[in-house]
T-cell receptor
Framework: GESVGLHLPTLSVQEGDNSIINCAYSNSASDYFIWYKQESGKGPQFIIDIRSNMDKRQGQRVTVLLNKTVKHLSLQIAATQPGDSAVYFCAVISGGYNKLIFGAGTRLAVHP | GAVVSQHPSWVICKSGTSVKIECRSLDFQATTMFWYRQFPKQSLMLMATSNEGSKATYEQGVEKDKFLINHASLTLSTLTVTSAHPEDSSFYIC?????????FGPGTRLLVL
């Protein structure tokens, strides 16, 4: 079955630096990937998505990179701000009916 | 994306009682909604798929008689935790799919004493 994992459980960065959060997946047939941000006590918030026919997609201060060869995707946050502090999850569509498989999550801590 | 609400945001109940959690899609008609459970410092685990007008589909290991799901309309799904026990204490989150993307509610914190 599908498994999704993250390389680092916790990432500490200085305010203003760029952050990179990594994610690995196991199913080479996965074709849709989403990054979510979850603040403490809240539901996950959609950040950005990417399909397998792309290798890069940019949003506002965020970029997602997809490397299908090694089944790896990353989320880059430019000029990280204190409000970016949260847990970030990658999620992969698996099977029918839009069933999402979530990674373990990476906690991003932004220090002033 | 879809705007999703949940009620209540938190609930404390005694062991053995039942608790109902509502999930509403405020601006989008959803024939399907999803229910997740999240324990502290862990990821989200899909519990079941709620289907409007038909039975819910449960993930392996999730007891359908314990976690009753009713998708009564295109904007409302309810999850009832029956005979709740302390081990059912968790953060319950629903989501609404819009296309392939899922939009999540704010979650319901359940504490069973």
């Amino acid at each position: 079955g599908e498994s999704v994992g993250l390389h680092l459980p916790t990432l500490s960065v200085q305010e203003g630096d760029n952050s990179i959060i990594n994610c690995a997946y196991s199913n080479s047939a996965s074709d849709y990937f989403i990054w979510y941000k979850q603040e403490s006590g809240k539901g996950p918030q959609f950040i950005i998505d990417i399909r397998s026919n792309m290798d890069k997609r940019q949003g506002q201060r965020v970029t997602v990179l997809l490397n299908k060869t090694v089944k790896h995707l990353s989320l880059q946050i430019a000029a990280t701000q204190p409000g970016d502090s949260a847990v970030y999850f990658c999620a992969v569509i698996s099977g029918g009916y839009n069933k999402l498989i979530f990674g373990a999550g990476t906690r991003l801590a932004v220090h002033p | 994306g879809a705007v999703v609400s949940q009620h209540p945001s938190w609930v404390i109940c005694k062991s053995g009682t039942s608790v109902k959690i509502e999930c509403r899609s405020l601006d989008f008609q959803a024939t399907t909604m999803f229910w997740y459970r999240q324990f502290p410092k862990q990821s989200l685990m899909l519990m079941a798929t709620s289907n409007e007008g038909s039975k819910a589909t449960y993930e392996q290991g999730v007891e359908k008689d314990k976690f009753l799901i009713n998708h009564a309309s295109l904007t409302l799904s309810t999850l009832t935790v029956t005979s709740a026990h302390p081990e059912d204490s968790s953060f319950y989150i629903c989501s609404v799919p819009e296309g392939e993307t899922q939009y999540f509610g704010p979650g319901t914190r359940l504490l069973v004493l």
